[in-house]
């Protein structure tokens, strides 16, 4: 997609597709109904307001849907905001989808799914091999399509997999400055962790939580996936235990959700990877804001804190 | 077993079957070594000294062995010391085994498993009901002779199973109470809310943790237990995922090795009712064995706490 | 009363008494004044605005005053709302009261009274039994007629009776599984346990905290309270003490308002007791509302969670 | 007293009364049981071993009773220790009694009591005054022999008013920096604030915690004495529940053990006075032991810290 | 100045100057800007509402200018408010300054600056006493103007020499009754601890939080302050140490700031003294606004408490 | 040095000179002082007993003396002990020293002091580059000598330098792959971050805390250095400020003892780096001294885990 709609200028006129995001009723100072509508391209998001609104059009403009839209970009108290002009739901006829709308990871599927073949292929351990592929496998679709989270990091289009590919870097590299780590373990550990989230989450776009995912949650999940694995593979060694742990203590604490912390060295390290790769995300996205000399909004998941881009950086 | 070892008076004579609990190796004041020997029976332990022992000596009387010994009860420094004449190791012909000495449960095996056949039989739902009845009879062995825990409650003989009995009843009084709330569900989760312990533990005497009860812990070994089982009567109806809801949040909250707290209402009440039964059983042993007027010694599990029997108690 | 508020269906007309839960003075869009309005009846309460209200109007509909309303019943954003055609102020002619309109204990009030006679008259400690029969019949008016707290659970006329004679009847279920504890001493403590809020709270309606409520809160009150009957009723013993540290003790832990632990097993037993019928209360409350498959609100005192009504509910 | 224990140096010869702190026996490596023995007067403790006991000799030398010893000290592992030659117990003749061993507050009963009926006599507020004089006079005995606590601070005979005469001139200092304290609430609550010890505990000497200490603590203890004060005197005006208040949350906070939170300024107020004189006692007799450029042990009830004394102090 | 905004009552016309405290743009009924702007003078401030703005009016009306206004003052659902007939901003020739609208401490800048340096003339310690000379003379100007906190206490100009001052007076008192702390460190301390502040916040009026006071914090940046005049004035024993540790640790805990606790007495007293003046200050001011028989607002600061005003108090 | 004392079997003569790590005095049963002696060489410690000794034999024996000693190797009750035939103590004609003994890092002091010049050579900012080199070179001798703690990881001779070069190759790999961080801040914070240690510990053997180190501690120490070293190079920019703040936020949180949070990208990073290198460290030590199949000790800094090693692992 070429221009996206963060990248049009205040007093610039628009006419594109865009997605609706989210749709609110407000009641105006007139007494008639109006939507509060927030569009979203892959550049970003922006307000827009639709006055005097039927209910048909409440319906018709709902999230997830895609419309073709004619307006100005006007500032209003110093954000950006759309002023619409003409809005029209988009048929079949404009050949557009909702992922065209989407943040997607920056690297493509296939190379994403080429790292993994090839990190799951340099591993001698027969048995943490063969369940590693087997799960990949089985949840592939979902797996490269999937956000890694709802919020916070890796919230985008095949988000899961490109934390998982971050993250498989990372453990090559530290596994080679500590060449006591088992290397099979940890990249195991890597691409299992998160794996139960194509359970716990509804899909890849605007994913909430199943009734799965609410009372089981994504570990427990993958937990139970890996000993089913290790039974159809016939597989019975002490790593099936091992990997389920992986997956179990990824949290690192009870309090964060890992009903036993780190037991086994590998699992100690995946969490701090895990935790690495997802708060260099959400710095790197909060930062990107941010011009030098000024500080971030706060971020909710690293203990609220604001923080300050140095003036010295370019 | 007629007289107990603690059963004896200071100054009184033994001449009994003893098993050994623990075995201290220590160097007497003359530089020669000894054994502090722990005696346990049904009634409770006493300990005793043997001095001048040989290495042979040493693992003749390990833990966990049998001997038959003749000596003195004598009072030191405030408490019961077995003074030893005589001690052996008792022999094949004398037909003793380890569990005449170990404490069990106030009921027998047969009436606690009619007990549970009779909650499972009043279930109406056919899934709840038979991955119930799956589970308790393939670990039927185990789980007639466990204990609930290796300390804290209910670690005796049959502890697990007793432990599950009580709250039953206690699960029938409270529905009968609140009619609002799923007997099959609360009846489901009490039976199967420990039973992974048979995982978890190593045996039902000296119980010491697996290495899956390490990594794993009961609970997650239960979660996927109820997940094979579904499978293998091919029952996939949210009973399942309930089932082993109530099984993972039992513990209550994640600090506690929850990873996730109840969200189903009979889910927070089994967590109740397990704590006020394991609570219980911890205050009546406590009490027990203080006279009224005076404190127990501290309950590590009830926050260290040291309990007062009021003076007006019998 | 026969049909409730919430009985209506959208597009019917209502007329009838209503009770004023609260109001809000906003201003229109036209610059006029307005108030918002909830309504409350035993079936529940709604919501609705009184348009281009006086200064008089502002006084007339204040909250706990009885009004007659003349209306239809819409949806608004999916809440039912009840739009106004008229309204008035109840006159002395009309013969309604307060307590016409108020939620109350689902059971009578000479039930509980009965309920709690007798489990008083089968204490056979007198001393437990005469401080006890004191003290509810001191307070006997207030104890009837107060909620059991201004929010959370039993927050209904007579609700802290409801309360205690559920617990009466929980603790005399427990009693006999576990009979090792003190009926008498149970029975008095949950009757007793809330007594205080008779002086805590400012009455049986829209109650808030005292001064002395405030200051002291109603486990000082009550601790308090009996001491002052023993030595009016001249009684000396240790169930004195005891019965305070019951009241004492009954939150729990510090943090949670009892400056001294339960250090009797019955203390900590009524706080099971105290909790789970409180729970259930909660519980129960919150899941009327939804229907299976849907979570509730979040509920404030069960650490904010959401339960889930399963599917396979009713 | 002369000269006390702690002021002879290694090698001299003792011959003096002094009290038995503790007494435990052991078993000497010639199987023969001995005693160690604490001793104590008015300049600290020494310890010695009393060699081929009877048991006659360790009823003889029990904690608290008074011996006559002639012995010389000696440097053991970097610690005094006096060997003894000669120990007898103390006689009726030998007119000594135990008070004469006691660590005592530095200023005397009678002007300590004649402070702190200055200070009543000061106050303008008559329920406040006549409240207090009444409760001091009530317990006026062990008022001025009681210690503060069982150990922390303030751990010797009359520690109890000795901390409230500190606080007292503290009070009145800070009331006179900052004018809108209410002098009367300060001075009560300082002198009313842990005169519930005299039954919390059990005496004046080798204090111990008494059932009811245990039970209700001092702070609930003397709320309830407020009450019954305020009874007896027929006072009934809101300073009543607010000098419950003062001493009800002296502790600061439900965790420290006051069940409500200082609500009023000069409860706030008191919490820190109380707070400033304990931990000041704590310091100077954890500094006093120590030389400038060394730090104390580690003192409990301040977080264990060890304090540093600078080198520059004298 | 003589009548504050504040002291006008419902009904009386208003003509004088007022400091812009904050202004906030909004969208009115008939979709035209509008400004609510808080006026401030000594007094404290009041809201008040002007319509129909132009971008011009936006920034000749933002917070920190002066105006001149005239107007009514108003009850607008209980609170105060001020109906603008005409407004416009000061010029020079009113000759007005910020200053004169601003709360300020309640004694001049030079009796502090006497009181202050007094306190330093009576330390006989000479190291102690020129570093804290030499660092309030560099820091004089902004440490007589500046706040000593942007919210919760003091904060208002010269608050920071204004509680350093009762803070100097607290000192005095508790070292004459307790001789042994060191009056030369403690005084130190008291000048010392918060002058980082001249660095932290941005000014005396409207103070924010500069980079090096986000980034470093007032306590390390005086840390360093006193290491650097030490080195100017070639001090090196360890008083140096000792003061930095004094400033270092007087928030308390590490979790409140001090990343060491205090390990001297004089650190741990200085820490009692701060709190004590921060504590007093912040419930007169809470409890000025209210009545007796009255709770005054929910005070952040001390636990978001809401304190009671006794109704026997004047 | 060849033979290590731990590469002994039970049952060979040893005679070789060894560290007195730590020397103990004891009474033996024969009422005669002996003294428990701990070993040391560079391939761990072994225990022995010194029967019989003198006064003079105490202080000849004490820590950090080396001795030649002749003996035996045995089994004590599971663990090795050496049984001394002889003993002396070393002379200067011996030519041994006490780093023979110690524990020192994998790779040697050139090898890190090029590699750590080398990354210092690699940075483009001046100002931060030249206030590292300055810092580096100001306390090169000790940094290359000093434990980076005196327990938990890195504690053995160069340790401070060797987890410097372990976290700058992390540094390095991680900025690879993140390439929006700032390598010049994250490498200049990994070389400052424990530079500070210099001084807070008291040397490279045997490391304790200096007051200066207990009172003020490594942090605040270097943010002191940092400005002192800007001052002394005349330079000012924020990367100054920045700098210290890498220093002081490098704990992570207020209660590790960082005054203040990582408020910078790469502050937040080096807590990563920090944490990851000092915990493998630990991992691997305790791991190293189990086999397969086994659990380590527990680990204190690792919040008192035992790790398990599985019994996959060769």
């Given at each position: 997609?070429?221009?996206?709609?963060?990248d049009?200028?205040?007093?610039?006129?628009?006419?594109?597709?865009?997605?609706?995001?989210?749709?609110?009723?407000?009641i105006?100072?007139?007494?008639?109904?109006?939507?509060?509508?927030?569009?979203?391209?892959?550049?970003?998001?922006?307000?827009?307001?639709?006055?005097?609104?039927?209910?048909?059009d409440?319906?018709?403009?709902?999230?997830?849907?895609?419309?073709?839209?004619?307006?100005?970009?006007?500032?209003?108290?110093?954000?950006?905001?759309l002023?619409?002009?003409?809005?029209?739901?988009?048929?079949?006829?404009?050949?557009?989808?909702?992922?065209?709308?989407?943040?997607t990871?920056?690297?493509g599927?296939?190379l994403?799914?080429?790292k993994?073949?090839?990190y799951i292929?340099?591993?001698?351990?027969p048995?943490?091999?063969?369940?590693?592929r087997?799960?990949?496998?089985?949840?592939?679709?979902?797996?490269?399509?999937?956000?890694?989270?709802?919020?916070?990091?890796?919230?985008?289009?095949?988000?899961?997999?490109?934390?998982v590919?971050?993250?498989?870097?990372?453990?090559?590299?530290?596994?080679?400055?500590?060449?006591?780590?088992d290397?099979d373990?940890?990249?195991a550990?890597?691409?299992?962790?998160?794996?139960?989230?194509?359970?716990?989450l509804s899909?890849?776009?605007?994913a909430?939580?199943?009734?799965?995912g609410?009372?089981?949650?994504h570990?427990?999940?993958?937990?139970?996936?890996i000993?089913?694995?290790?039974?159809?593979?016939?597989?019975?060694?002490?790593?099936?235990?091992?990997?389920?742990?992986?997956?179990?203590?990824?949290?690192?604490?009870?309090?964060?959700?890992?009903?036993?912390?780190?037991?086994?060295?590998?699992?100690?390290i995946?969490?701090?990877?895990?935790n690495?790769?997802?708060k260099m995300?959400?710095?790197?996205?909060?930062?990107?804001?941010?011009?030098?000399?000024?500080?971030?909004e706060?971020?909710?998941?690293?203990?609220?804190?604001?923080?300050?881009?140095?003036?010295?950086?370019?």
């Open positions: 997609m070429s221009k996206g709609i963060l049009y200028s205040v007093g610039e006129q628009v006419e594109k597709f865009l997605l609706i995001k989210s749709s609110t009723k407000g105006a100072s007139n007494g008639k109904p109006f939507l509060t509508l927030i569009f979203q391209d892959q550049s970003g998001d922006i307000e827009a307001k639709l006055w005097d609104v039927s209910d048909t409440e319906s018709t403009y709902a999230p997830e849907s895609i419309v073709k839209v004619l307006g100005d970009i006007q500032n209003y108290r110093g954000r950006l905001q002023k619409l002009r003409q809005i029209r739901p988009a048929t079949f006829a404009d050949s557009v989808q909702v992922s065209d709308f989407l943040e990871a920056p690297i599927k296939d994403m799914s080429s993994i073949t090839q292929f340099e591993m001698s351990n048995n943490i091999q063969r369940i590693t087997h799960l990949v496998k089985k949840h592939q679709d979902a797996f490269y399509e999937y956000p890694a989270a709802t919020k916070n990091h890796h919230e985008f289009v095949s988000g899961l997999a490109y934390h590919v971050s993250m498989l870097d990372l453990a090559k590299n530290i596994s080679e400055l500590y060449p006591s780590l290397k373990l940890l990249y550990g890597v691409i299992l962790h998160d794996l139960g989230k194509v359970h716990e899909g890849a776009v605007a909430s939580y199943t009734v799965e609410n009372l089981l949650g570990i427990s999940i993958m937990v139970n996936e000993g089913k694995a290790a039974e159809e593979l016939r597989i019975s060694g002490e790593e099936v235990i091992v990997l389920q742990h992986m997956v179990l203590s990824h949290h690192g604490k009870a309090e964060w959700g890992s009903p036993k912390p780190p037991l086994i060295k590998e699992a100690e995946l969490h701090y990877i895990d690495l790769d997802a995300n959400m710095l790197d996205r909060a930062l990107e804001r941010v011009k030098p000399g000024e500080y971030t706060r971020v909710f998941a690293l203990d609220n804190r604001s923080f300050y881009k140095p003036s010295f950086h370019k």
